[in-house]
């Protein structure tokens, strides 16, 4: 399809760059460790969320970006925490969804990404902290060296948290994982495929998403997949963040009659950045038939 809208991401990666190589390691060490010390809300639901139904009404972005700390905060409300632990791949040292469950809940974990930046001050920044029982670990993962990855940094079987967000591979990588067993699943979806298909990327072990399509359209899974599979897995969907981003799963052996259980359908949210660009739903879609997705 001609005439597919694409973002200025060369611009991004270039003002990433130049930002790393005219500030010092120590002076974006400094800055992380600050915004690590900012102070949690108070009032929670917040007033204006009130009306909303389902665990839209408790989100809101400490340390995440579109809402995932506020809704991980009533997940963990309701079922409690077990392991304390966490794996996050796909993730910045500034904002992802297990910051605040390691800096304000104690938690341990294991962080991994392809960027040497952004795990080099992790890592630094936890020392800085003095912070021990976490570590970012620079590597592309496939499925080859998923769970070798996993078990050779000790994390245990049972964790508490799982998230997934490598703009790709998602659905690949969480259908190969059965060495641990998350309480809790984050897993990032492409809501311009919409709700009625099942569909995912084929699975590439050097997959780059604007690579693959400058558009960044052709990435990820959609939330009817991720549904089907996780049902596989034993795990039901129990919503999605407000944005259309992650859709969140909780293990059905948890008893937690308080969370429901949604549907593909009812747990939807559209992409509200695509939309924002002028980018219909129905257009989302257009784009989405004229890519190799594959059916799952």
């Given at each position: 399809?001609?005439?597919?809208?694409?973002?200025?991401?060369?611009?991004?990666?270039?003002?990433?760059?130049m930002?790393?190589?005219?500030l010092?390691?120590?002076f974006?060490?400094?800055?992380?460790?600050?915004?690590?010390?900012?102070?949690?809300?108070?009032?929670?639901?917040a007033?204006?969320?009130l009306e909303v139904?389902?665990?839209?009404?408790?989100?809101?972005?400490?340390?995440?970006q579109n809402g995932?700390?506020?809704?991980?905060?009533?997940?963990?409300?309701?079922?409690g925490?077990?392991?304390?632990?966490?794996v996050?791949?796909?993730?910045?040292?500034?904002?992802?969804?297990?910051l605040k469950?390691m800096?304000?809940?104690?938690?341990?974990?294991?962080?991994m990404d392809?960027?040497?930046?952004?795990?080099n001050?992790?890592?630094?920044?936890?020392?800085?902290?003095?912070?021990?029982?976490?570590?970012?670990?620079?590597?592309?993962?496939?499925?080859k060296?998923?769970?070798t990855?996993?078990?050779?940094?000790?994390?245990?079987?049972?964790?508490?948290?799982?998230c997934?967000?490598?703009?790709?591979?998602?659905?690949w990588?969480w259908?190969?994982l059965?060495?641990?067993?998350p309480?809790?699943?984050?897993?990032?979806?492409?809501?311009?495929?919409?709700?009625?298909?099942?569909?995912?990327?084929?699975?590439?072990?050097?997959?780059?998403?604007?690579?693959?399509?400058?558009?960044?359209?052709?990435?990820?899974?959609?939330?009817?997949?991720?549904?089907?599979?996780?049902?596989?897995?034993g795990?039901?969907?129990?919503?999605?963040?407000?944005?259309?981003?992650?859709?969140?799963?909780?293990?059905?052996?948890?008893?937690?009659?308080?969370?429901?259980?949604?549907?593909?359908?009812?747990?939807?949210?559209?992409?509200?950045?695509?939309?924002?660009?002028?980018?219909?739903?129905?257009?989302?879609?257009?784009?989405?038939?004229?890519?190799?997705?594959?059916?799952?």
């Amino acid at each position: 399809m001609k005439n597919i809208p694409t973002k200025k991401y060369r611009l991004k990666k270039i003002l990433k760059w130049m930002k790393s190589k005219l500030l010092s390691q120590d002076f974006l060490v400094k800055q992380l460790i600050r915004k690590w010390h900012k102070e949690d809300i108070d009032v929670w639901p917040a007033v204006d969320k009130l009306e909303v139904s389902g665990i839209n009404q408790y989100e809101y972005s400490f340390l995440s970006q579109n809402g995932e700390d506020g809704i991980l905060r009533y997940i963990f409300s309701v079922i409690g925490y077990e392991s304390r632990y966490f794996v996050e791949f796909g993730f910045g040292a500034h904002q992802c969804n297990s910051l605040k469950l390691m800096l304000h809940e104690d938690f341990n974990g294991l962080l991994m990404d392809g960027s040497s930046e952004q795990c080099n001050i992790f890592n630094f920044a936890c020392e800085g902290i003095k912070r021990k029982g976490v570590k970012a670990l620079n590597t592309f993962i496939s499925l080859k060296n998923l769970e070798t990855l996993i078990m050779s940094n000790n994390v245990p079987a049972k964790i508490d948290f799982l998230c997934i967000d490598v703009d790709g591979n998602d659905y690949w990588f969480w259908e190969a994982l059965s060495c641990i067993q998350p309480r809790v699943v984050c897993i990032e979806y492409n809501s311009g495929i919409g709700t009625s298909h099942s569909w995912s990327i084929p699975y590439q072990s050097d997959f780059e998403r604007f690579s693959a399509h400058p558009s960044g359209f052709f990435a990820g899974t959609s939330l009817k997949a991720l549904e089907s599979l996780g049902i596989k897995k034993g795990y039901r969907l129990i919503g999605c963040d407000s944005t259309g981003t992650n859709a969140f799963f909780l293990r059905d052996d948890i008893d937690a009659k308080e969370i429901k259980t949604l549907s593909c359908e009812e747990a939807f949210y559209p992409h509200l950045n695509w939309l924002d660009r002028g980018i219909s739903q129905d257009r989302q879609l257009q784009i989405m038939q004229s890519l190799p997705y594959v059916e799952v």
